[in-house]
């Protein structure tokens, strides 16, 4: 991989980790709990939804953001770039695509993860 395009990722993934961080924060800064019921079956149910969808939101926000710090200590390893699987050098598109990817795409179909 080219020195220059290695630095582009390196900086895309430090600003995606400034990034998730930040929505995670805000989403803790506004996060409320509601443990009771109310009047209406309705309004219950969507509270119930909008609660069930928050979190399913920052859950995936955490995820990214483990995925998005594990590149980063790659590139601090001198791994980055290379499946952690076989050890082959990654596609660089298939890096360009997806930053953060461990795998490369013959190891993933392997493996089977998604």
């Known amino acids: ?3 220059r395009q ?3 990722l390196r900086s895309f993934l430090e600003d995606e980790q ?3 961080q930040a929505v ?4 803790d800064a506004e996060g409320t709990v509601n443990l009771g ?15 069930a969808k928050d979190l399913a939101l920052r859950q995936n926000a955490e995820q ?8 980063l200590a790659r590139f601090e390893q001198g791994t980055y770039g290379r499946c952690e699987q076989c050890g082959a050098e990654i596609d660089p598109a298939r890096i360009k695509a997806l ?3 461990t795998h490369c795409l013959r190891c993933q ?3 089977g993860i998604h």
């Open 1 to 3: 991989m080219v020195a």
């Open 6 to 8: 290695t630095d582009l």
């Open 18 to 20: 400034a990034r998730l």
């Open 24 to 27: 995670i924060a805000q989403m």
């Open 37 to 51: 019921y109310g009047n209406h079956m309705a309004d219950d149910a969507s509270e119930a939804f909008e609660q």
């Open 64 to 71: 990214v953001l483990a995925q998005v710090e594990d590149a």
């Open 99 to 101: 930053p953060y990817v």
């Open 109 to 111: 179909q392997r493996l």
